[in-house]
């Protein structure tokens, strides 16, 4: 058992039956009282964020993790499916626990996935990735003040705000934090 005061952000520890991974802390302490510590983290198994509240004195139960570097196959209606390229075992995830992140989601490429108990249960995507712009309206420069940015449709339907010289047929990099774009990729 680990004291509550000792997990940080990335630490991953079990309660209630249930494995979480914290996202934030906030240790706050009010004149003579004990100790608050607030802990903001994601439920593994099931994806959804909670905040869990503990008096300093409190223990979780630590647990072990694993990252493993797969490639991503293909996705069906409820399923992402990857492969081990060193062993060759298939995995598959639940579609609904990653969320927004299938949208970047390419096939053949490298993804980052967390393992408990040899059970994949999250995606870990790269920080940033190329994509080709599939639709782009025609920049029309005025006179404004400000950088001038449109709208355009990347190949895996995702829309971001680009320069006005973005074109169709460009190949452009995206922060998958923000889904803002970077630069323009030759």
């Keep these: 058992m680990i004291s509550v005061t000792e997990l940080r952000t990335g630490t991953a520890f079990k309660l209630e039956g249930q494995p979480y991974q914290v996202l934030g802390y906030k240790h706050t302490k009010l004149g003579r009282g004990a100790a608050n510590i607030r802990v903001k983290a994601r439920n593994l198994a099931t994806g959804m964020m909670v905040e869990k509240t503990f008096t300093s004195g409190a223990k979780v139960e630590p647990i072990e993790t694993t990252i493993k570097t797969l490639q991503f196959l293909y996705q069906d209606e409820n399923n992402l499916y990857f492969i081990d390229p060193r ?37 870990e995507l790269p920080l940033s990735m190329i994509f080709e712009v599939i639709d782009a309206p025609p920049g029309v420069k005025g006179d404004s003040a400000t950088a001038s940015t449109k709208p355009v449709t990347l190949s895996n339907g995702l829309v971001v705000q680009t320069p006005l010289f973005i074109k169709k047929g460009n190949r452009i990099k995206v922060d998958t934090r923000t889904r803002k774009y970077m630069e323009r990729v030759k």
């Design 87 to 123: 062993s060759f075992e298939q995995f598959s995830l639940d579609k609904s626990i990653s969320g927004e992140k299938t949208k970047f989601l390419k096939e053949e490429s490298q993804i980052k996935v967390l393992f408990y108990e040899e059970k994949p249960l999250s995606i």
